[in-house]
């Protein structure tokens, strides 16, 4: 017989949002994630929730369900007698053991109240004594343990512990069972004479037994010793005479009746299902038919039959909940009915998983009927939307919403299930007609919540649905209604809860959707300030990080607006006590930001913004760095536009940005970077034909060597690019054509010059004699240039040295004299140096430098011959000797 549609009777339709008309034009970056990979993500992350272990369940379940005290019998507290033998009494003893028993029967055994830890701990009392009497082949005491850890799950007399007492009496059924299963296994791998397979000799299994049985071994495999063993566990078990434990024991040893049939677990699923309508007591019963959802899950994962019998039979009898005979049993328990189903909600959530997964429309339909003809309260409808595939229910997403407003109140309101229904919608979204008309009407609702924390959650779950399904007009919506709600919440209330994270991290990850519209809202600012500084930091970083990875250049002020509030929030986080590693981070993203910004040929609106964010991020010199470099670019990006003739807008704006860097260089503190940065903007100068300008920098750069105390090579080779620099900058008509490096000379002596004390000085000083000479060649370098009638290089607009000068007289006799000081200067300090590897380095270089230079010159060849016998007479390593055998070739050659 065909079932009827029960959403059907709720309607469908309504007026539709055109929220994937307007996406359709979007291009690749409209969003951070297709729809498709969307509802992929979704899909896959329904799947893995259906397959939650129940390990991860059972650990919420101790949490959430917690008692001060509770009431037990004081039997519960006496351990059970370990020996057997203690058992083994007279028939007399024994007749008369039965009598006192029966006597006894009818009164009431005493109670006592004992805390939770101490219930926890006689449990766990009982679970190794399980363990410890099954090691010692005391059968009868464990199945006494096991019983009687069984029968406190028939009291509900604090009916708040009971899911938290079903996780730990079940955990005990779990090891009694397996126990059995391995016993029984292990004679099934006896050979006919009882003996146990060999030992593995070899291997990373070595000392593990063999096994005789094949890896999908069957009923046909099993020896008939091992099924008669497990046949006699089961008449055991069938003689218990009290229902509950009788079917607790059964269901625990289901994976034993693989030693005895091949096709029963259907048959023995149903029937056990069907014994559970035998429990009285509803919470009980639920968590009976809980555990046997999660045992026959685990022998026959493909068999749902019995599943969806007992999620059936729960709706039926839920009827009964809203009777005055259950109002009475609530009354005398002295918890609400809300309370008593947010009880059952773990065992139901767990049932639903079973029947719902991989359930089809017609399981679907039988079973929301079920539901809308017994039941109708919101935590089972919030478990059905959970645990069903969407497919089945959003093509009638409208009558679904009006099925969550007519559910009866539990725990879990309406809010809780639009919340659930919402993260289910991102798999498989509503009809296009319905979309506008179902959030509309659920939002009619989620915006009265005066919970916060209820309502952040439920609106950062449609937001993510809305993000993906939906327009930018019903995202804007959303958000001002959240920032509505933030606004008029307690502050502190904002602040005692990290609900807000999610929402934070959602609107992060998809911030460039609808063209980057949640980065250009005030609203995302608003939300930011929610948090306190520190989180507030790490997420202004998840910001930028996210910008720099997905966005490319931008000019849209609103963006760069937001951006640059986020930078600076990010900046003020920052102190000198932070980490340095912290420092460069934070660094790092606000530069990748500064990089990005871009107005193209509006140069003058690009300096202005690196004006700003010189003044928002001063403490970062990292930052400053990157602005220096940044408007080095924009001086040159000017010269090209204007094809290297300035005008005279061009040139006040290049001299604009000059200024910018000369007011900036001087507060980053690291000294080798203000020397970098001061040879770039010399450079800079230079080519824009702003010679002033230059020489303010390479002067300035000149005062700075003697404070650095960096690394000795980094020095030398900034000398060295300086020195490249120096050959084209033209010399003072005032302080003549040499002066620069007259004063680089001092500059590099002082420099040198090492005051402490102590073996670590000392040999700190010898280095800083290498780097002296090594610096003083380069120097030697740039005259060799300065003395040929052209220079090798020159920069356009720009008279150099050679226009200048011309090789007169008196500049060639200068440029002789500077040479040879420097020649003296080099020899004295490589003199001054112990006999070693350095002197002989540095006399290879030198004379290798006056080779390249002065190789014509008569006195340069006899002072390079000295130098050369010197190298040979001293120790040569083998790296020295290779530069000397082809400096003394490359002499040969050129005689």
Known sequence: MMLDDPLGANGGG????????????????????????????AAQKFEDELATPWAVKKEQVLRDYQVTSVRVKANFMKDEDNREEKKVLRVIDRT??????????????????????????????????????????????????????????????????????????????????????????????????????????????KG????????????????????????????????????????????????CYRFLSINEYPQVLGRLASMTRGIGDPLVSVYCQCYLARCGNVVCHTETNYANTMAYDYMFGSKNYKSDDMKQRLKLLGISLEEFLHLQSPAVEWIMKCVGRKANKTIFTTALKHYRDYCGNSMVLKHIIDCFDPKHYAPNAAAMVSLVKMADSSKVGMIGVFDTMAARFIQSPPPEGQRLLVLNEVWKVVTKCENLKQYISCATAWLEVVLHHYSSMELSVLLRDVVKHLNTADADEIESYGFLEPLVKLLVHHCYDFNGMIFKSGELLQILDKFKESRKAEHCKELLDTFAKHSGETDDPVLINTLFEVSRTLHDSIDSLSPEGEQRHCSSLICGFIAKVNFGKDFERQLSTYVDCRAAFCNLDDVKEQL??????????????????????????????????????????????????????????????????????????????????????????????????????????????????????KAIGAWSEESGEGAASAMRGLEKKVGKVKCLLSMIGVCSAWGQEKLPYSVYGVDSNDTLYGGTEAYMEELKGIVGGLLGEAVAEIEGLPEGGFKCELLIMLSDVLFVFFGGDGNAKKLIGKLVKKVEGGEVGAKQGKWLARLKKAIQGDQ
């Open 96 to 205: 008369k053991a039965r009598l006192e028993a029966l006597e006894d029967k009818g009164s009431e055994a005493p109670t006592l109240d004992i805390t939770q830890k101490e219930y926890i701990s006689q449990l766990t009392r009982y679970h190794e004594e399980l363990q410890r009497a099954w090691k010692d082949g005391e059968r009868v005491l464990s199945i006494k343990i096991v019983i009687k850890c069984t029968r406190l799950l028939a009291d509900v007399s604090v009916p708040q512990f009971y899911p938290s007492v079903f996780i730990m009496v079940t955990e005990i059924l779990d090891t009694f069972g397996e126990l059995v299963y391995e016993r029984i296994l292990g004679k099934a791998e006896e050979d006919d004479e009882g003996n146990p397979p060999p030992k593995i000799k070899k291997g990373k299994d």
């Open 14 to 41: 309504g007026m539709g949002g055109g929220g994937d008309d307007e996406m359709a034009g979007m291009d690749d970056r409209g969003r951070a994630i297709s729809i498709e990979e969307a509802a992929t993500m």
């Open 628 to 745: 220096v470099l940044c408007v080095c670019k924009l001086a040159m990006q000017t010269l090209a536009l204007m094809r290297g003739r300035h005008n005279k807008k061009t040139s006040a704006f290049v001299k604009g940005c000059l200024a910018f860097n000369h007011i900036s260089i001087p507060s980053i503190e690291d000294r080798m970077k203000r020397l970098n940065l001061l040879v770039t903007c010399g450079w800079v100068g230079l080519k824009n034909q702003c010679l002033p300008q230059t020489d303010t920098f390479l002067k300035q750069a000149i005062t700075i060597i003697p404070e650095c105390q960096g690394k000795v090579d980094d020095m030398v080779s900034w000398v060295g690019s300086f020195c490249g620099l120096l050959v084209m900058v033209p010399g003072s008509p005032e302080l003549g054509p040499f002066y620069l490096a007259k004063g680089l000379q």
């Open 208 to 255: 593990k037994r063999m096994s005789r049985l094949p890896p999908n071994w069957t009923v046909n495999d099993v020896n008939v010793n091992a099924k008669e063993t497990c046949r006699n566990w089961f008449y055991k078990i069938s003689s218990v005479r009290e229902l509950l434990p009788r079917m607790y024991l059964e269901m625990c040893l289901l994976k």
